[in-house]
């Protein structure tokens, strides 16, 4: 009889397979467990902004008076303002006309000569009737933790509604709030499609990226010295006001 012929070995080669069976269910196991805490990870940031949110996101309509709007940059198309960043202004010029605020922070990338988001932003606002001297540009607004903390170090503002798509506004208020800025939140809402979608996706690597900023408050790419033209616009609506 040939070795594991027969009982005995039919024995052996179930007992084989129910190691290597159950060697391959704690591989699963591990790896299942593994995925999951990493997602667990992964999203813990973005449940952070959620939470830490709370009630302060809405819409113009609900928005708390407040002395400026920051609108934060999101691409041109042709020199003018993506569908996305027009929303935006446009919900920031309705703010204005409902005086909710006095003046409007728009905040972009002008980090080099063939890219102008801010003057993009400014006129805009100007052409649908914000006046341009309560429209004060930061031109180097290169993310949204450079947008908040520039816009309280450099332009003064301590109190704000924050304009920007409802998938992002949430990171936004957040690192206003800790660049510290007393804020309330409007976010646009937009079609549920693809760029929709990537905007949401964009921001599980953001949130983390924004925890981090909230925690360490870096200073911004550029810092530079402090800017009047948010004193200088509230001053010219307090003029008009009087």
């Not at 708390?64 to 041109?76: E, H, M, N, Q, R």
């Amino acid at each position: 009889m040939r070795f594991g012929s027969g009982i005995p070995g039919l024995l052996r080669r179930r007992a084989l397979g129910l190691v290597v069976r159950l060697r391959r269910r704690r591989t699963q196991r591990r790896i299942f467990q593994l995925v999951t805490v990493a997602c667990s990870l992964a999203l813990a940031p973005s449940a952070w902004l959620w939470i830490s949110a709370g009630d302060r996101v809405g819409t113009v309509e609900s928005a708390p008076k407040a002395p400026v709007a920051v609108v934060f940059g999101a691409g041109l198309f042709e020199g003018k303002p993506s569908p996305y960043l027009a929303h935006r202004l446009d919900a920031a010029a309705d703010l204005y006309r409902a005086q909710k605020v006095q003046a409007v922070l728009v905040t972009g990338d002008n980090g080099r000569d063939s890219y102008d988001e801010t003057d993009a932003m400014r006129q805009y606002l100007i052409e649908h009737g914000v006046p341009a001297v309560r429209v004060v540009g930061d031109y180097a607004g290169f993310d949204t933790w450079d947008s908040c903390t520039r816009a309280h170090r450099v332009f003064g503002v301590d109190r704000a509604v924050l304009v920007s798509q409802d998938f992002h506004v949430r990171r936004a208020l957040a690192l206003c709030e800790a660049a510290g800025i007393d804020a309330y939140a409007v976010g646009v809402p937009e079609l549920r499609d693809a760029t929709w979608l990537y905007g949401g996706l964009r921001e599980i690597p953001g949130a983390g990226k924004a925890v981090l900023n909230a925690w360490l408050r870096p200073d911004p790419f550029f810092l530079g010295p402090r800017e009047d033209g948010i004193p200088k616009a509230l001053a010219d609506a307090g003029a008009a006001a009087g």
